[in-house]
T-cell receptor, first 112, second 113 residues
Framework: QKEVEQNSGPLSVPEGAIASLNCTYS??????FFWYRQYSGKSPELIMS????GDKEDGRFTAQLNKASQYVSLLIRDSQPSDSATYLC????????????FGAGTQVVVTP | DAGVTQSPTHLIKTRGQHVTLRCSPI?????VSWYQQVLGQGPQFIFQ???????GRGNFPDRFSARQFPNYSSELNVNALLLGDSALYLC????????????FGQGTRLTVV
């Protein structure tokens, strides 16, 4: 079992709709959770971080964390063509800051 | 304010050669981590350095080594290159103590032929 799992996609989303991305992790001691966006041929860009159970909103992005279910998600509201990218879920433990476990990423394609 | 800078951006090497990749973290950040990303996969952790000390090492062979300098910049060295070392090498910068957030440089695309 992989430590961090994501749906590989591609996830096709009509422009203006909500994109929903899921991530599960296996290590219960994981403490910090991140979503990175990666455009083709570019490096990952941090878009959200979440540390406690519940929702965290930043603009059109909402991250949701459920530690009991070992599940973290990302919602992208009002999806735009510029949101077309691969979204990487990353987790780290409190005593291992800087050592991220990444999922393989979910490719999102926003269609006009 | 400069972000994370990596050099070179692209590199082509021959099997068996050695390569050195460089990274300068965000000003004020004392931690640098290195990752390898092959096509279609998420980044894989190679090393983390904080205050010039190795804090973690991933599951990579001894051909991979790294170090951090007093100015917190870092080098990743790979000896005896294999075709399978072809990948995007990413450097991540973080402060190391206050926040677990990390920010990536633009990466070095290494092609081994």
């Amino acid at each position: 079992q992989k430590e961090v799992e994501q749906n590989s996609g591609p996830l096709s989303v009509p422009e203006g709709a909500i994109a929903s991305l899921n991530c599960t992790y296996s290590d219960r001691v994981s403490q910090s959770f991140f979503w990175y966006r990666q455009y083709s041929g570019k490096s990952p860009e941090l878009i959200m971080s979440i540390y406690s159970n519940g929702d965290k909103e930043d603009g059109r992005f909402t991250a949701q964390l459920n530690k009991a279910s070992q599940y973290v998600s990302l919602l992208i509201r009002d999806s735009q063509p510029s949101d077309s990218a691969t979204y990487l879920c990353a987790v780290t433990k409190e005593d291992s800051w800087g050592k991220f476990q990444f999922g393989a990423g979910t490719q999102v394609v926003v269609t006009p | 304010d400069a972000g994370v800078t990596q050099s070179p951006t692209h590199l082509i090497k021959t099997r068996g050669q050695h390569v050195t990749l460089r990274c300068s973290p965000i000003s004020g950040h004392k931690s640098v981590s290195w990752y390898q990303q092959v096509l279609g996969q998420g980044p894989q952790f190679i090393f983390q350095y904080y205050e010039k000390e190795e804090r973690g090492r991933g599951n990579f062979p001894d051909r991979f080594s790294a170090r951090q300098f007093p100015n917190y910049s870092s080098e990743l060295n790979v000896n005896a290159l294999l075709l399978g070392d072809s990948a995007l090498y990413l450097c991540a910068s973080s402060d190391g103590t206050v926040s677990p957030e990390a920010f990536f440089g633009q990466g070095t695309r290494l092609t081994v032929v």
